[in-house]
Every structure is written in C-alpha cells, then in structure tokens.
C-alpha cells in the first residue's frame, strides 16, 4: 500500500510561481510512475502532468506546457510539479498520483489508470 502525501499549495497571485511535492511510503518509488491532477470547484477531475518510473519521459496538458515542469527524485520518493506563471484558472485542488508499472518509459494521463492518490493541496490563484 502507497501512501501519498501532497504539499507546497497556498494563495499566490497571478505570474506568481509554487513547487508542489509529493513525498511517497510504503512502496519501492521508482516502481511507479506518477502523475498530478487538479479539480476545479464544479469540474471533473482533469489530467496536468506525468511522469515515467524513471523520470526520462514527460507528458502534460497543453494549457500548461511551458509554464509547468514535472520531475521526481527517486532517492527521496517525491515527484513535484514546478509551476510558473501561474493564471487564475489554475485554481484547483492538485492531486498526485501513483500508476505500479513494470514499463520504464510509459507515462499514463487517464485517472483510472492509477492506483493510489494523495489527499491533495489547494492552490488559489488570484487575479
């Protein structure tokens, strides 16, 4: 069982930047590959950005390509998300994700796809 525990959220204004991390236990880390998703007030759950076990591939929603950056640290179980230039319709609670695979360069977008989520953390972004 993996457990995942989100942090670095808060109320920052817009061009403002945060780095999220996602510390993991209780599991061998680089057997996952990881992903974050954000939910907006009324909105589904939507994907933002993964990551594969061995950090060699990248993927993220267009609306954030440039301004995000993925990465992870497989000596210290943490995967965060860099975020730049943050806008107001960033605003969202931001979710981390685990997906246990024996594929090293495979990333995965859909929520389904993974196995363990963390409880989240909410950023505001003000106008």
């Known amino acids: 069982q993996v457990q995942l525990v989100e942090s670095g959220g808060g109320l920052v204004q817009a061009g403002d930047s945060l780095r999220l991390s996602c510390a993991a236990s209780?599991?061998?880390?680089?057997?996952?590959?990881m992903g974050w998703f954000r939910q907006a007030p009324g909105k589904e759950r939507e994907f933002v950005a993964a990551?594969?076990?061995?950090?060699?591939?990248?993927r993220y929603i267009d609306s954030v390509k440039g301004r995000f950056s993925i990465s992870r640290d497989n000596a210290k179980n943490t995967v965060y998300l860099q975020m730049n230039s943050l806008k107001p319709e960033d605003t969202a609670v931001f979710y981390c994700?685990?997906?246990?695979?024996?594929?090293?360069?495979?990333?995965?977008?859909?929520?389904?796809?993974?196995?363990?989520w963390g409880q989240g953390t909410q950023v505001t972004v003000s106008s």
């Open positions: 994700a685990a997906r246990r695979t024996f594929v090293d360069n495979y990333y995965y977008v859909d929520p389904p796809q993974y196995d363990y």
């Open positions: 209780g599991g061998t880390f680089s057997h996952y590959a």
């Open positions: 990551i594969s076990r061995s950090g060699d591939i990248t």
